[in-house]
């Protein structure tokens, strides 16, 4: 099982940045990938950006130019600096990650408790 714990969300103004944090631990035989998703009250949980174990990086639209994602091997952990934040930013922010298992045969989805982002105009 693999556990994440997510950090950095906090209350910023508008144009203001954050630094959001996700450490992994736990058994993971191989990542496929990590993500960070976002979901503001009453709408769907959407993708924000990930990284997949070619170290492909992908953006939503609406974050390209303003958030980055990055992944320190060695200390397990997953960040996503996010600059010029808008009130749209605000959201709970979750940590995703994707672990093949079984030898590849199967892909399980683990998610951390999420990190309050809350951006004022």
């Known amino acids: 099982q693999v556990q994440l714990v997510e950090s950095g969300g906090g209350s910023v103004q508008a144009g203001g940045s954050l630094r959001l944090s996700c450490v992994s631990s736990g058994y993971c035989w191989r990542t496929y990938d990590m993500n960070w998703y976002r979901q503001a009250p009453g709408k769907e949980r959407e993708f924000v950006s990930g990284?997949?174990?070619?170290?492909?990086?992908t953006y939503a639209d609406p974050v390209k130019g303003r958030f980055t994602i990055s992944y320190d091997n060695a200390k397990n952990t997953l960040s996503l600096q996010m600059d010029s934040l808008k009130p749209e930013d605000t959201a709970m922010y979750f940590c995703?990650?994707?672990?093949?298992?079984?030898?590849?045969?199967?892909?399980?989805?683990?998610w951390g408790q999420g990190t309050q982002v809350t951006v004022t105009s």
């Open positions: 995703m990650r994707q672990c093949w298992a079984n030898g590849g045969i199967r892909r399980d989805t683990f």
């Open positions: 990284i997949d174990s070619s170290d492909t990086i």
